[in-house]
């Protein structure tokens, strides 16, 4: 009702030119129904296949699917009306198009008529866009797409047996999962999935997920990662999970977490010595919440020319917060926002630095930020202020318990049974090993084994230990200085 009301008020104070960014034009279409019914006006539809057309009428003016030819003719006519243009787009850097729209809209500042144009991302001339009123078409809510999908379940109920299995968590779950889709993507695919086994059930949200990822992939800013862990698969870390398991009933319960005062968390920053289970929380975080996880890979963002890395990333921002809720892992974010004088990079780091941190604090989507990093000192202070993210923590080292914990998983993962080795002897050679390392000693193990036709023994992998020499050892400085930093810093992951 908001955006209708201001589009009226821009139709009565004689704006000559209104032009709406959206993709979603067959919405707006409606929407300036509404307003030429509330105003009492004519509403005319232009395309390139029927030309100029009073929308209550089948034929069209004679000769205007040429644009020039039909904002001519607006231009010369005395109807006052909502002229909607709709895949002008391609036509704005034809001269003669460009001119006689701006002929049409000083005209029509005189009058009660109005021209809208619609369309995603409408590069207009700089002399004609100072004409024009821009308004941005809200993406849809969870009103709206309750709604539709009351009206899908009717149409169907007419023609086949629908069954509605589902309960109000879910059917709130499903309806916030829509978010990012527009109402014609999502008719479709609650149509598909209902009709598919006659029923509406929380079940059918992996049909909306798979339509998040094909609209993720068509942008090709972000990768929609597969998500296969579970928090059970990362030993230790139990502050984290901890910290994870209390925000969960947000995700499972949106509506009473509101109601309780309640928002999205906005992410954690990981911490700590390479392989230790970082880069893996983000995916087990996805698992659990039952959120898709897109991945941010800094380097597919960088662009050799001036100013195309910034819009990569607000291109990848604007479709983590359309396709939310979701979870937006960052691996290694130091390489991308590392601090320095922009110097390197002519300020390109700084100035993506600078529309990353204005996104985390403005943001409207519910996207969980998962950033992790190695070398914390590489990222400029403001990053790591309070209220950039909810909490950073520090992941060190794994203690025994949890070398123990990563050892059974990493055979029970490959066939092996740990009672068949000396775990406890395994975790006293390891002291000082990553969880990645001992995962590598493991394969290295297995690889060994099978080379040499016997069976992997408690022997062959302790051998594997002994030639390896862990990050704690060749990198033991950048190790201690990591922890120092961290101590008063951070909060233990474990």
């Known amino acids: 009702m908001d955006i209708l009301r201001d589009i009226e008020l821009l139709v009565r104070s004689r704006h000559g030119l209104i032009v709406i960014d959206t993709i979603e034009e067959d919405r707006a279409e409606t929407l300036l129904g509404h307003v030429a019914d509330r105003l009492q006006m004519p509403l005319f539809e232009w395309s390139r296949t029927r030309g100029l057309r009073r929308a209550d009428r089948e034929a069209g003016v004679y000769g205007t699917t040429d644009p020039a030819q039909a904002l001519a003719h607006i231009h010369a006519s005395s109807v006052d009306a909502i002229y909607h243009f709709r895949g002008l787009g391609p036509s704005l850097s034809n001269d003669a198009v460009v001119q006689q729209l701006k002929d049409a809209v000083r005209t029509l500042t005189r009058r009660d008529a109005v021209i809208v144009l619609t369309g995603a991302g409408l590069d207009l001339p700089p002399d004609t866009t100072r004409l024009a009123a821009h308004v941005r078409l809200p993406d849809p809510d969870t009103t709206d797409y309750k709604a539709l999908l009351e009206r899908i379940l009717r149409d169907l109920a007419g023609r086949m047996r629908v069954k509605v299995d589902i309960s109000r968590d879910d059917g709130l779950r499903l309806l916030k999962h829509l978010r990012g889709l527009t109402l014609l993507e999502a008719e479709k695919v609650l149509t598909r999935a209902i009709i598919e086994d006659g029923r509406l059930s929380a079940d059918d949200i992996a049909f909306v997920l798979e339509a998040k990822k094909q609209i993720v992939e068509r942008e090709g800013v972000l990768e929609y990662y597969p998500v296969e862990e579970q928090l059970g698969d990362i030993a230790d870390l139990t502050g984290l999970k901890s910290w994870l398991g209390k925000r969960r009933s947000i995700i499972a319960e949106p509506k009473r977490a509101a109601e309780f005062g309640l928002e999205f968390p906005k ?40 100013g195309e890395t910034e819009k990569n990333f607000r291109r990848a921002m604007d479709v983590a917060t359309r396709v939310a809720p979701v979870v937006l892992w960052i691996d290694e974010i130091e390489k991308a926002f590392a601090s320095s004088d922009g110097n390197e990079d002519g300020g390109v780091s700084q100035r993506v630095l600078g529309t990353f941190l204005s996104w985390m604090q403005e943001r ?89 036709g016997a069976p992997v023994s408690t022997d062959t992998i302790l051998a594997e230990v002994r030639a390896t020499r862990p990050l704690s050892l060749t990198m033991a400085e950048r190790v201690a200085a990591l922890r120092a930093w961290a101590r008063d810093r951070t909060v233990s992951a474990h």
């Open 267 to 306: 992410g954690v920053l990981l911490v700590g010595v390479p392989g230790c289970g970082k880069s893996l929380c983000a995916k087990a975080v996805a698992r659990e919440w039952g959120l898709p996880l897109l991945k941010l890979d800094p380097a597919t963002l960088y662009n050799k020319y001036i």
């Open 364 to 452: 409207d989507g519910d996207v969980f930020v998962v950033a992790t990093a190695n070398d914390v000192t590489r990222l400029p202070a403001e990053f790591l202020r309070k209220g950039r993210f909810d909490e950073i923590f520090f992941v060190d080292l794994p203690v025994e318990e949890a070398r123990q914990a990563i050892f059974e998983i990493h055979l029970k993962k490959r066939g092996q049974d740990p009672a068949a080795f000396d775990i406890d002897a395994l975790v006293a050679a390891t002291e000082g090993f990553s969880g990645a390392e001992i995962e590598q000693v493991i394969l290295s193990a297995l690889y060994t084994a099978f080379a040499e």
